[in-house]
């Protein structure tokens, strides 16, 4: 997706989570004005094996009808809160979530996802996992997704925090999107960046922003934050200022053995950040 996207898609499993977050993707929505769709993947419970074909269609049409139901009551009591939301619901049946996802988003590639972070212990970290890593891990997302944070009782969009490594050139297709929010949204822009071993100075850090970030954008920049690694940035102060400051990264595909072993600083960022997190996928 190379500007706004055509819709916002808000994927719910019915939790308070989720719904918390259909909540804030119909606020952008309305922000944006732009239709949304309430989606949900529809992992199918384990059926018994013994079950013939008929009864295994039956039940398959079973689940399918009552998660429909549910579906459509989440949307009933969002179009009550917001009245002049265009609303309309998908179920996509498929036992694998991430590929759910990607057979939708071939049919809709012009939309911003958004999903409902969780909190979770540290041993459901290791052996559940989330949606969200599987599809960060998987590279089954080709489009901007944004994380609400569960505390989250408001969306708003107004200023963005560029999470950015100034020693990588990122592609230019990942900046349009946020080129348009700030031409037709006055969004503000911050930026914070990681040290590391070798310092940068000041004139430095100016050429290196100049040199990765459009003019457009460099010109909205209000303030630019330093830390000493990436993982400091969730405790950062002016990154924790507002509730809704947006923190925004860039995700790079990454092979399944990295993935696996270093993780990513997507990741890092969805499982320490309490904001919003808008992540815009690298070619």
């Known amino acids: 997706m190379t500007g706004l996207p055509d819709r916002i898609v808000s994927l719910t499993d019915f939790s308070e989570t989720s719904n918390n977050a259909a909540k804030r993707a119909?606020?952008?929505?309305?922000?944006?004005?732009?239709?949304?769709?309430?989606?949900?993947?529809?992992?199918?419970?384990?059926?018994?094996?013994?079950?013939?074909?008929?009864?295994?269609?039956?039940?398959?049409?079973?689940?399918?009808?009552?998660?429909?139901?549910?579906?459509?009551?989440v949307a009933d009591e969002l179009t009550e809160i917001y009245s002049n939301l265009a609303l309309n619901i998908r179920i996509i049946a498929d036992p694998v979530f991430d590929t759910g996802i990607?057979?939708?988003?071939?049919?809709?590639?012009?939309?911003?996802?958004?999903?409902?972070?969780k909190h979770r212990t540290t041993l459901e970290k290791i052996f559940i996992g989330s949606n969200i890593k599987r599809l960060l891990r998987n590279g089954h997302f080709t489009v901007p997704l944004l994380l609400v944070p569960p505390q989250l009782d408001r969306f708003e969009l107004k200023h963005l925090i560029l999470a950015v490594n100034l020693r990588e050139k990122m592609a230019e297709i990942g900046f349009s999107f946020l080129e348009k929010l700030i031409a037709n949204y006055g969004v503000?822009?911050?930026?914070?960046?990681?040290?590391?071993?070798?310092?940068?100075?000041?004139?430095?850090?100016?050429?290196?922003?100049?040199?990765?970030?459009?003019?457009?954008?460099?010109?909205?920049?209000?303030?630019?934050?330093?830390?000493g690694d990436k993982e400091?940035?969730?405790?950062?102060?002016?990154?924790?200022?507002?509730?809704?400051?947006?923190?925004?990264?860039?995700?790079?595909?990454?092979?399944?053995?990295?993935?696996?072993?270093?993780?990513?600083?997507?990741?890092?960022?969805?499982?320490?950040y309490e904001k919003p997190i808008l992540l815009i996928p690298q070619p």
């Open 26 to 73: 119909a606020e952008l929505a309305l922000i944006m004005k732009r239709p949304m769709t309430l989606l949900h993947i529809s992992e199918s419970t384990a059926i018994p094996s013994l079950a013939d074909a008929s009864l295994r269609n039956q039940l398959m049409e079973e689940e399918l009808e009552i998660k429909g139901e549910k579906l459509q009551q």
């Open 102 to 117: 990607e057979r939708f988003l071939t049919e809709m590639p012009a939309s911003l996802l958004v999903l409902g972070k």
């Open 188 to 227: 503000t822009l911050g930026v914070v960046y990681s040290q590391g071993k070798d310092g940068l100075s000041e004139k430095e850090v100016d050429a290196k922003l100049k040199e990765i970030l459009p003019k457009a954008m460099s010109e909205k920049i209000q303030s630019i934050t330093l830390v």
């Open 232 to 272: 400091d940035i969730p405790t950062t102060p002016y990154v924790d200022e507002l509730p809704t400051d947006i923190v925004v990264a860039f995700p790079g595909k990454k092979g399944l053995f990295e993935s696996l072993v270093k993780g990513s600083f997507s990741e890092y960022l969805a499982d320490n």
